[in-house]
């Protein structure tokens, strides 16, 4: 005999709280000394359906990239990952493109050009001002 629509709904809300009360699916493969676990309640929410390759295994692991200035082979550690997307709440599909040196050059560039614009834009305001009053 046909359920009615009210009886599938409630079916269907049933199934989804038990596996929202269900515990966080632990990764298939046991977790090696050079990979940390995801603890996906820390993680900036993002609308896919899917995710990155570390997000679906369960686990960060070492990453090799080359960085963008200086060009040299650099690792993105599996520790790094982990608090670069649970505590600074990083973009989950973000990935490392500077080493470290490089990265507090370009804050240092950043903040000299930030300062820069500053002064010029108050020199502005202060001529705009004597040219009006």
Excluded at 30 to 38: N, R
Excluded at 54 to 79: I, N, S
Aim: aromatic share 10%; hydrophobic share 30%; net charge positive.
């Amino acid at each position: 005999m046909p359920k009615s629509g009210k009886q599938r709904r409630a079916e269907l809300v049933a199934r989804r709280k038990a596996r929202a009360a269900s515990p966080e699916p632990r990764p298939a493969a046991p977790i090696s000394d050079d990979e940390l676990p995801v603890d996906r309640a820390q993680l900036k929410p993002f609308n896919s359906y899917s995710g990155p390759e570390w997000f679906v295994r369960g686990t960060y692991r070492d990453v090799e990239f080359r960085c963008r200035d200086c060009r040299q082979e650099h690792t993105w550690t599996a520790r790094a990952q982990k608090w670069y997307f649970e505590e600074a709440k990083g973009v989950v599909w973000g990935q490392a493109s500077r080493c470290r040196d490089c990265s507090a050059k370009e804050q240092l560039r950043r903040a000299e050009a930030r300062r820069v614009w500053a002064e010029g834009l108050a020199k502005k305001r202060a001529r705009q001002q004597e040219e009006q009053g």
